[in-house]
C-alpha cells in the first residue's frame, strides 16, 4: 500500500503525464507484487525558481519518494530501483536522472478508513513486528534467534548501539 510521489521540473514531460505515472505504478506493482487495485502515485512539478538539481542531470531530473509499511526485504527495494530505470527508460529517462527515495513506516503510523492500518485485515501481509521475547533473547545471549518463521539478527552499529532486524523469509 505505498504512497508515491514524483517530483520533477515543469514542462519536459509535456503531455505525457498519465505515461510517466503509469510507469511507476508499474514497477511499483512488479517490484512490490502489489494488488492491481493498489495505487497511489501522485506528480509534482516545479518551475524552474523552484527546484535545483544537481549539475549535469537532464531535465527529466526526478526524485521517486515512495512511503510504505515497514518490512519489505532489500531484494524487493532493489528490484523497485531496477524496475524504476527500467519502466522509466522509454520516455527517455536515464536511470542517472533518477533518484529514489524508500521511507518505511510502522503500519500503526499509517491511517486508512479512520483506522490504523495495523488494526485493520488488508487481505495480504504487510510487514511484522518482532515480538519483544526476540529483542530479550538475542540480548542476553548475543546470539541470532528463530521465533515464529522469522529469523531475528543482533547486529551492532559501528556506533556500538546493538540493535535487532528481521526479515520475514520470502
Excluded at 510487514?127 to 541470532?144: I, K, N, T, V, Y
Amino acid at each position: 500500500m505505498p504512497s508515491t510521489r514524483i517530483e520533477t521540473r515543469r514542462g519536459w514531460i509535456g503531455e505525457r503525464k498519465l505515461e510517466l505515472i503509469e510507469a511507476v505504478q508499474r514497477a511499483l506493482s512488479d517490484a512490490l507484487k502489489l494488488p492491481s487495485d493498489d495505487r497511489c502515485v501522485r506528480l509534482f512539478e516545479y518551475d524552474d525558481d523552484s527546484i535545483i538539481t544537481p549539475p549535469g542531470k537532464g531535465s527529466s531530473c526526478m526524485v521517486v519518494e515512495v512511503t510504505f509499511f515497514s518490512g519489505r526485504t532489500d531484494d524487493a527495494e532493489r528490484r523497485l530501483h531496477a524496475g524504476l530505470a527500467r519502466e522509466l527508460s522509454p520516455l527517455g529517462i536515464p536511470a542517472s536522472d533518477v533518484k529514489t527515495i524508500l521511507v518505511e513506516v510502522p503500519a500503526s503510523n499509517w491511517g486508512l478508513h479512520g483506522k490504523a492500518a495495523s488494526d485493520i485485515d488488508l487481505g495480504y501481509k504487510i510487514g511484522f513486528r518482532p515480538p519483544a521475547e526476540a529483542d530479550l533473547l538475542c540480548q542476553s545471549s548475543g546470539q541470532d534467534r528463530m521465533i515464529g518463521g522469522i529469523r531475528f539478527f543482533r547486529r551492532t552499529l559501528p556506533h556500538r548501539m546493538p540493535v535487532m532486524s528481521g526479515r520475514p523469509m520470502m
